[in-house]
């Protein structure tokens, strides 16, 4: 059965850091693109990140230069290390795989505010 | 950056009855495109893929249709356990974007 893990989410002010990690299991992780997709409160579904399996990366724009995504296959495991955070930041934030998204996390809540 | 609209915004349907959500991509797609349910206080459930390949597990009452920049999800027969907030989503150009939603609410 797969299962990601999402952990390290928490209350940051602005201007702060905070970094993400997903576990994976039940699935070959190295072989999988991986993805990081947002939701604020109340709201729709934002895409953030992909890491390809062979480590090629794509950004949103609301993000790039301050979120940085990436992949220890050894370790199964996903990360987003999010820098200057800002108060529009403030999502839970889910671990998808491939293209299409087709597994998710149950999610981890980042809150960005004085 | 492609745009995705959803239409309708909420759709009030009474159970037995039939669905149908529309999606709109600001430019081609060719068949890139996902379907995803969510429930409150859940992650999202991909239904859909590849324009309308169903995902595994996904009742046959859920059918995707559509290429190029129309698409539609149609659930033939709403059951109680349908009444959820649909996305569309594209994944044919970076970066990946998602329709506003369409929340489909019990009549």
């Known amino acids: 059965e797969v299962q990601l893990v999402e952990s390290g989410g928490g209350l940051v002010t602005p201007g702060g850091s905070l970094r993400l990690s997903c576990v994976a299991s039940g699935f070959s992780f190295s072989s999988y693109n991986m993805n990081w997709v947002r939701q604020a409160p109340g709201k729709g579904l934002e895409w953030v990140a992909c890491i390809s399996s062979s480590k090629y990366i794509n950004y949103a724009d609301s993000v790039k230069g301050r979120f940085t995504i990436s992949r220890d296959n050894a370790e199964n495991s996903l990360y987003l290390q999010m820098n200057n955070l800002r108060v529009d930041d403030t999502a839970v934030y889910y671990c998808?795989?491939?293209?299409?998204?087709?597994?998710w996390g149950q999610g981890t809540l980042v809150t960005v505010s004085s | 950056e492609i745009l995705m609209t959803q239409s309708p915004a909420t759709l009030s349907v009474s159970p037995g009855e039939r669905a149908t959500l529309s999606c709109r991509a600001s430019?081609?797609?060719?068949?890139?495109l996902a379907w995803y349910q969510q429930k409150p206080g859940q992650a999202p459930r991909l239904l859909i893929y590849v324009g309308s390949t169903r995902a595994t597990g996904v009742p046959a009452r859920f059918s995707g249709s559509g290429s190029g920049t129309d698409f539609t999800l149609t659930i033939s027969s709403l059951q109680s356990e349908d009444f959820a907030v649909y996305y569309c989503q594209q994944y044919n150009t970076w970066p990946r974007t998602f329709g506003q939603g369409t929340k489909v609410e019990i009549k």
């Open positions: 430019q081609s797609l060719s068949s890139n």
């Open positions: 998808a795989t491939e293209s299409w998204l087709d597994n």
